[in-house]
C-alpha cells in the first residue's frame, strides 16, 4: 500500500508534542510492514538544508489569489527507508516556532502558512509521479489535506486515493477569522460545504472531520469521551454524526529510545530483575536536583508542559494547589520538569525557595526526561484531559508508578492499585481536584512505606506491559482498508 503522512511535526526534525513522535513511529512500523510510506512537512528554519537533497524545479501553489512558488527538499527517517519530503517556502516556514514563537500566541499568518503545506503535498506526489492508496494527515495543522482530496481533487489522479485524518488533540482546532478563508485557496463557495465555517469563523479542524473518509484518534477512551460536551470542544454533535467512522487507536511507544535495558541517557540500565539499579538511578537524580539523597523516601517525578490541560492548576495553583501541602505534610520528594504558563513557572520557583523535597527545571531536558522515569518511584499526571499520553507508557516500562486521573489514554493505560490483592499498575484519580491528588500522592506514599510488597509486584507487572507500535500499525492498516472501501464521507 502506498500511504502519504502529512504533518507538522516529525522526530527528530521538528517536535512541539507527542504528534511528532507519533507520526514518525507510525510511519516507521508501517514501513517495516512493507508499505510504502512518504512524508511531507514544513522545512522550518532550524531544519538545515545542508543535511537535505533538493529535489531540482520549483512547484507553484496559488493561494489568495497569489502565485507561491516553493522548493522541496526530500531526506528519510534515521534508521529506516521512509521518505521525507520538506516544503520550502522562507516567508511561510523561515522563522522559529512551528505554530507561534516559544509558548506566544500562534502566527497570525497560520491559515497561510498550513494551506500552502497542504496544496504542495498534492504537488509533491505529481511531481514524484506517486500516487498514494492512502493520505493520512494529523491534527489541525493539515485539516485542509483531506478537504482538498475531496473537493479540489476528487476528479484528478487522486480520485481513488482515501483519507484519514487522525484527532490528536481536541483543544487545538486551528480556529482563526472569516477573513483568512481565502488563503486556504478555496473559493467563498465552498465556506459552508466544505465545513470550515465555525460561528463566522474558519476551523480546520472540523473541516477535516466533515471532509474525511476516515477518522480516527489516539485511544479507544478519547474516542467515546469526545462525543461528549466536556471533551469535545464543540465538536462533539459532529462526532457523534460521525462515530461509526471514527476509531481509537492506542498509540504506541517507541522501545528503541524508551527501555530502561538499553537507555543511553541513564546511568544505570536496569530490568524487572535487577531493580537495584533503578535505585541507584534514584541517587543520581537526588542529587542532580540538590535533594537529600536517601533512597528510603519516595521520588515523585513530573514531566509536562505547564498548561491548564494538565491539572496544573490543582496542582501548583497559588493559595489553592494541592503541592504545597503535599510536600509539607507527606515524607517525599518531588522533582518536575517543564515549561509553560509564567505563573506556573514562577509558582515552580516559588516552591523550590520555600520547600526542601521540592525541586523543579524550567525548559526541557532529554537527557534529564530519562533520568526522571528512571530515578522517581512515582510519576504524576493528573491531566484534565488526556488524549492518549506518552509518559505514563514510559514510566510503566521503567517501573515508575504513574498516579493519573480517569481518563482518555490513562483511563486504557493504567490498571488501578488493589489494596487487598497489590494488583494494579498505578494509582487512579476518579476526578480532578487539589484534594483528590493529595489524597491519591497519600495513598501511594502509604502503599510505599507500609507495602512494599505491593510495589515490587506492581513494578514487575507494568515493566511487562507491551507497547510497541506493531499493533497499533495493525489497527491502522485495517482503517485504511476500510476506507479504500468505503470512501465514505458527510457534507
Not at 509558548?103 to 504542495?120: I, Q, V, Y
Not at 517525599?332 to 515549561?339: D, N, P, R, S
Not at 505563573?343 to 526542601?356: D, T, V
Not at 489524597?439 to 515490587?456: E, L, M, S
Request: aromatic residues 12%.
Amino acid at each position: 500500500m502506498k500511504i502519504m503522512m502529512v504533518t507538522s511535526e516529525l522526530v527528530p526534525f521538528a517536535k512541539v508534542g507527542g504528534l511528532a513522535d507519533a507520526v514518525t513511529a507510525l510511519s516507521t512500523a508501517l514501513a517495516k510492514k512493507g508499505h510504502d510510506v512518504r512524508i511531507v512537512m514544513p522545512r522550518y528554519y532550524k531544519i538545515d538544508r545542508k543535511n537535505l537533497k533538493q529535489i531540482p524545479g520549483a512547484m507553484a501553489v496559488h493561494l489568495g489569489g497569489y502565485e507561491h512558488w516553493v522548493g522541496v527538499y526530500e531526506s528519510v527517517l534515521p534508521s529506516s527507508k521512509v521518505k521525507v519530503y520538506f516544503i520550502d517556502h522562507e516567508q511561510a516556514f523561515g522563522r522559529d516556532g512551528v505554530y507561534g514563537a516559544y509558548f506566544e500566541p500562534d502566527f497570525s499568518d497560520n491559515p497561510k502558512r498550513f494551506s500552502l503545506l497542504a496544496h504542495a503535498a498534492f504537488q509533491v506526489c505529481r511531481k514524484q509521479a506517486w500516487i498514494p492508496d492512502i493520505v493520512h494527515a494529523h491534527d489541525w495543522a493539515t485539516g485542509l489535506v483531506p478537504v482538498l482530496l475531496r473537493f479540489t481533487e476528487k476528479n484528478t489522479e487522486f480520485k481513488n486515493t482515501a483519507s484519514i485524518f487522525t484527532i490528536h488533540n481536541m483543544g487545538y482546532q486551528g480556529v482563526y477569522s472569516k477573513e483568512t478563508f481565502p488563503d486556504t485557496g478555496l473559493d467563498w463557495s465552498d465556506f459552508y460545504n466544505t465545513g470550515f465555517e465555525d460561528w463566522d469563523r474558519i476551523n480546520f479542524l472540523k473541516a477535516a472531520i466533515v471532509s474525511s473518509d476516515m477518522l480516527t484518534t489516539v485511544s479507544p477512551t478519547y474516542a467515546e469521551e469526545i462525543k461528549r460536551p466536556e471533551f469535545g470542544f464543540r465538536m462533539d454533535g459532529i462526532l457523534r454524526y460521525r462515530e461509526k467512522d471514527l476509531t481509537g487507536i492506542l498509540n504506541g511507544v517507541d522501545t528503541s529510545i524508551w527501555n530502561p535495558a538499553k537507555d543511553e541517557y541513564i546511568p544505570y540500565r536496569y530490568t524487572s530483575k535487577n531493580l537495584e539499579e533503578k535505585e541507584k538511578n534514584k541517587t543520581v537524580l537526588q542529587e542532580r536536583m540538590g535533594l537529600e539523597t536517601d533512597p528510603s523516601i519516595p521520588v515523585f517525578g513530573m514531566i509536562s508542559r505547564l498548561v491548564d490541560q494538565k491539572g496544573i492548576s490543582e496542582l501548583f495553583g497559588p493559595m489553592y494547589g494541592s503541592a504545597f501541602k503535599i510536600c509539607s505534610d507527606i515524607k517525599l520528594q518531588m522533582v518536575v520538569l517543564g515549561a509553560g504558563e509564567a505563573w506556573c513557572e514562577k509558582e515552580l520557583h516559588f516552591l523550590s525557595q520555600r520547600l526542601p523535597n521540592f525541586r523543579c527545571y524550567i525548559g526541557y531536558d532529554e537527557e534529564l526526561s530519562h533520568l526522571i522515569e528512571a530515578g522517581s518511584d512515582f510519576f504524576l499526571m493528573p491531566s484534565r484531559y488526556e488524549p492518549c499520553g506518552l509518559n505514563q507508557m514510559y514510566s510503566l516500562l521503567y517501573g515508575t508508578l504513574p498516579i493519573v486521573r480517569k481518563t482518555g489514554g490513562l483511563a486504557d493505560t493504567i490498571e488501578n492499585y488493589n489494596e487487598e490483592t497489590g494488583d494494579g499498575t498505578g494509582f487512579v484519580l476518579e476526578y480532578l481536584s487539589p484534594q483528590s491528588i493529595y489524597d491519591t500522592v497519600g495513598w501511594a506514599t502509604y502503599a510505599w512505606y507500609n507495602k512494599k510488597d505491593h510495589i515490587k509486584k506492581m513494578r514487575t507487572k507494568a515493566m511487562g506491559k507491551k507497547f510497541g507500535w506493531t499493533i497499533a500499525a495493525e489497527k491502522y492498516l485495517k482503517v485504511y482498508a476500510d476506507a479504500i472501501e468505503k470512501k465514505t464521507s458527510i457534507i
